[in-house]
C-alpha cells in the first residue's frame, strides 16, 4: 500500500533549495558568458562527441526515470507517473536518435532512413514539454 507521506513531485522547496538553484543558475550563467567570446570560433570536429554526449543524456534522462518511479511507488501518485513515463519515452528516443544518426554505425544507419535523425529529435524536444503540460495537468 502506498504510504501517504510527501513524495518528491509534491515536496515544496525550501528556502535552502531556492538558494541552491540561484547559485546552479548564476554559475551557469557565468560560464556561458566566460565561453560566449568563443561562441563564433570554429572548432575541430570530433566524432566522439555526438554519440557521447547522447548517451550521457539518455542515462541522465533513464536515472530521472528510475527516481520518479521510485517515487510513483513510494507515493502512488498519477502525476509521477506522468513525468516517470516522460523521462523514459525521452530516454528510449534519444537512444533510437543515435541508432539512425548517419555514419554513427559505419556508412550506414542502423535504423530509419533520411529523415529518421531529425524526427527523433524533433519528438525529443517536443515530449517532455508535452509530459510536463501532462503532469500540470494531473498534479493537483
Not at 544507419?109 to 517532455?128: C, E, S
Request: with cysteine; aromatic share 12%; charged share 5%.
Amino acid at each position: 500500500m502506498p504510504d501517504a507521506g510527501i513524495t518528491l513531485t509534491e515536496a515544496p522547496a525550501t528556502p535552502a533549495h531556492r538558494h541552491a538553484a540561484l547559485i546552479a543558475c548564476l554559475a551557469f550563467a557565468a560560464i556561458t558568458a566566460l565561453f560566449a567570446p568563443f561562441a563564433s570560433s570554429a572548432w575541430p570536429n570530433v566524432p566522439a562527441f555526438f554519440p557521447a554526449y547522447q548517451a550521457l543524456t539518455a542515462f541522465c534522462y533513464a536515472l530521472t526515470a528510475w527516481l520518479l518511479f521510485g517515487d510513483y511507488r513510494h507515493g502512488g501518485r498519477p502525476a509521477a507517473l506522468v513525468l516517470a513515463a516522460g523521462a523514459l519515452a525521452a530516454a528510449l528516443i534519444l537512444l533510437a536518435l543515435l541508432a539512425s544518426a548517419p555514419g554513427m554505425f559505419g556508412p550506414a544507419r542502423l535504423i530509419g532512413g533520411d529523415q529518421t535523425t531529425i524526427h527523433l529529435w524533433m519528438w525529443w524536444h517536443l515530449g517532455p514539454p508535452l509530459f510536463a503540460l501532462l503532469f500540470a495537468s494531473v498534479h493537483k
